[in-house]
Structure formats: structure tokens, C-alpha cells
């Protein structure tokens, strides 16, 4: 969901369920993403069980999934009402190691992409389909942080520990 209040999803037949206003972006400075699911095909590949709750919500079509799935998305650019600010937005993705409903893929796959995007390039093209280690976690650009170590708790569990607040603390020093 904070995603999308600043990430541009690509194109589609369809008009988005929801529009951010060009004001709204501007005035969001970051993000924080816990425990999060970015890339639906890529959640689907690793957990198949997951399909009742991700076509009910989505549907089935590989197109509608990769769509709404914000490692796939794009930073937004002038011809879309910005002014090159966003380069600047914080963006800061935290998971914890003991979530027992998410890997840490997904997070992995969402900082590959924020690499590409804040780090000079932009080109999504299969970039969720391919696996994903450790090394998107090093050598993030200035302005994206993780950090998968300081929350302890399970899925459900994150928001309710101190952790969160610690890891959030120290991040956004």
C-alpha cells in the first residue's frame, strides 16, 4: 500500500482502481514496508497454497498479478506531473527472519527493484521472475535502507514487539 502512494504501476487496458494526486506524492518524503508481499507471480512460485487468497483478491490472469505487483512498478516522471524530486524519497524495508508466512524473497525482490530504480537504471523487464539472494541487500543507494535481523516476532507478531519501533528509530536517523 505504500507503495503505491509513490511508485507508478505500469501501463495497463484498464484504469487503476485509485489515483495519487501529484501533490500527495510530493508531500510523501518515504515509505516503510514491513513484512510485505511486491511480487504476487514470484509469492505464487514459492507458495502455491497462497492462490485462493491472491485470486480472490486479484483474480488469476499473469498479466492482472504481475501488474499489481510494486516490484514491478516504476518511479513516476516529469510527463507524469513530477519534477524529478522523488529520486530523493526515502525508502525503507523491513522483514523479519522468523516470518513464517514469507521468505525472504519477496523483500529481496522489492530492494532489487528500488536498486534499479534509484541507482540509475529502469528496466523491470523479468526482473521479479529471476531468484533472488542476499545480494540485494548490499550496495542499496543512498536513500533505501533494510534491515532483517531487528524484528524477532512472526508475521502477525512484527507490529507488536518494541522491535519495530527500535528498527524504525534507528533507520530514520
Known amino acids: 500500500m505504500a507503495a503505491s502512494l509513490v511508485l507508478r504501476p ?3 487496458s484498464t484504469p ?5 494526486p501529484p501533490a500527495v506524492r510530493h508531500a510523501v518524503r518515504g515509505i516503510i514496508c514491513v513484512d510485505g508481499i511486491y511480487d504476487l507471480p514470484a509469492l505464487l512460485a514459492e507458495y502455491p497454497s497462497y492462490d485462493s ?3 480472490e483478491a486479484f483474480g488469476s490472469d499473469p498479466r492482472v498479478l ?3 505487483s510494486p516490484a514491478r512498478w516504476s518511479l513516476y516522471d516529469k510527463g507524469d506531473g513530477d519534477d524529478g524530486r522523488r529520486r530523493d524519497l526515502r525508502v525503507v524495508v523491513l522483514h523479519s527472519r522468523n516470518d513464517e508466512l514469507l521468505s525472504l524473497r519477496q523483500p529481496r525482490l522489492f530492494l532489487r527493484r528500488m536498486k ?3 541507482g540509475g537504471g529502469d528496466d523491470a523487464a523479468d526482473l521479479a521472475d529471476e531468484d533472488v539472494g542476499d545480494e540485494a541487500e548490499r ?4 536513500n533505501v535502507a533494510c534491515d532483517f535481523a531487528a524484528l524477532k516476532g512472526g508475521h502477525y507478531e512484527v507490529v ?3 522491535e519495530l519501533a ?3 528509530g534507528s533507520l530514520l536517523q
Not at 139 to 142: E, G, N, S, T, V
Open 160 to 162: 507488536k514487539g518494541e
Open 16 to 20: 487503476p482502481s485509485f489515483s495519487v
Open 166 to 168: 527500535r528498527a524504525l
Open 116 to 118: 534499479q530504480l534509484f
Open 10 to 12: 505500469p501501463p495497463s
Open 66 to 68: 504481475a501488474h499489481e
Open 53 to 55: 487468497f491472491v485470486h
Open 139 to 142: 550496495d542499496l543507494p543512498a
